[in-house]
């Protein structure tokens, strides 16, 4: 992989003024937070992404809430957002449509690329149209009356049709009967969540973390097991909560190819975004791939699996955050010119 990433530019580094979206966007200052009980290193992961910007010589103000970004009172030029969960249907892509609405560029995707990432169903879709396998689904609606089981064999595994970090996903979420099945489904009913019905592919989890750029960088492939039954991945385990996960990078060879190529061909379909990580499932017993979905916006800590990828490609951390950035402004590069000078007229 070509290890010449992108800079930031003298005259966009003097004007950015950026404001950063996330749940615990640390003030100037503040000690360096604990693992939270529910959100586990969330609030450490918005901490470090905040001192990475501002190592880089940028001014950043923060912002913790879709209600402080919708009355803003300072001038920022580009809002880089972690915000990925708000308590408010759809809250990722109302980011981005809002920054559009303010003509201020973003982090992340336009909002219907955005729209179809978060939405497992579509990206199905998606990938069967590419010729990019997955498993067998169903989908179950928010409301409304139950499906039956699927006519694919179980057990099944239940999933948020919409969303990311496996949030929703427990070790319930595996289920053999219709009974437990349905008692699942009822259960995101009421709490008001559409859910994906999906076969069940016990085996290993393998990420494809890209950045964006004129040619898209694939930084490698990493292979993340997990000692839950089937090999399942939960929320809890992502937050860092619990144990029982670990990461390696896979090793060259046609897997890694095969990886790398399915990767690709969809983010030629996606385009424009400024980082994704495309997740795909290897069957333990057959070694067949399933595409599972991809992430915009996904974490950039130095705990993820795109830092991850990007340590065993030789990259830095705020290396690989300044290439993000860059990319970000060339592909809103008509935007970023128009909010660069109002800033400049505000000062």
């Known amino acids: 992989m070509p290890h010449d990433l992108l800079k930031l530019t ?63 009172r300072s001038e920022p030029n580009y809002v880089f957002t972690l915000l990925n969960r708000a308590p408010v249907r759809n809250s990722e892509v109302f980011t981005s449509a809002f920054c559009e609405w303010l003509q201020v560029p973003y982090l992340g995707a336009p909002p219907n690329i955005r729209a179809l990432a978060e939405d497992k169903h579509l990206t199905k879709l998606m990938a069967r149209a ?103 991945v939960t929320h809890r385990q ?29 983010c030629a379909a996606v385009r424009d975004f400024d980082y994704l990580r495309v997740d795909f499932r290897l069957h333990r017993d057959t070694g067949e791939l399933f595409l599972l979905e991809f992430n915009i916006g996904c974490n950039l800590g130095s705990h993820a699996a795109v830092m991850f990828t990007a340590r065993a490609a030789g990259l830095k951390q705020a290396d690989v955050i300044e290439h993000i950035l860059r990319h970000s402004l060339d592909r809103q590069g008509r935007m970023w010119r128009h909010a660069a000078a109002r800033t400049e007229v505000t000062r």
């Open 10 to 72: 003298p005259t966009q580094r003097e004007r950015l003024d950026v404001l950063f979206l996330a749940q615990y966007a640390p003030d100037p200052g503040a000690p360096w937070p604990e693992l939270h009980p529910e959100h586990g290193v969330l609030p450490r992961y918005n901490h470090e992404l905040f001192h990475t910007l501002t190592g880089l010589g940028l001014r950043c103000t923060p912002c913790r809430s879709l209600e402080d970004l919708v009355h803003i």
């Open 130 to 232: 590419l010729g990019i396998p997955t498993a067998p689904w169903v989908t179950c609606p928010a409301e409304g009356k139950l499906p039956p089981a699927p006519d694919f064999r179980g057990p099944w595994i239940i999933k948020p049709r919409f969303g990311a970090a496996s949030v929703g996903i427990s070790e319930d979420s595996i289920q053999e009967t219709e009974a437990g099945l349905h008692a699942r489904l009822r259960l995101f009913q009421d709490l008001g969540q559409a859910c994906i019905v999906e076969a069940l592919v016990p085996g290993v989890d393998l990420t494809v973390p890209v950045l964006g750029g004129e040619e898209p960088l694939v930084l490698g492939v990493a292979e993340e097991t997990s000692s839950l039954p089937h090999g399942i």
């Open 238 to 266: 992502k937050r860092l909560l619990d144990g029982g996960r670990e990461r390696r990078m896979a090793p060259h060879g046609p897997l890694s190819e095969t990886l790398r190529t399915y990767a690709l061909r969809l």
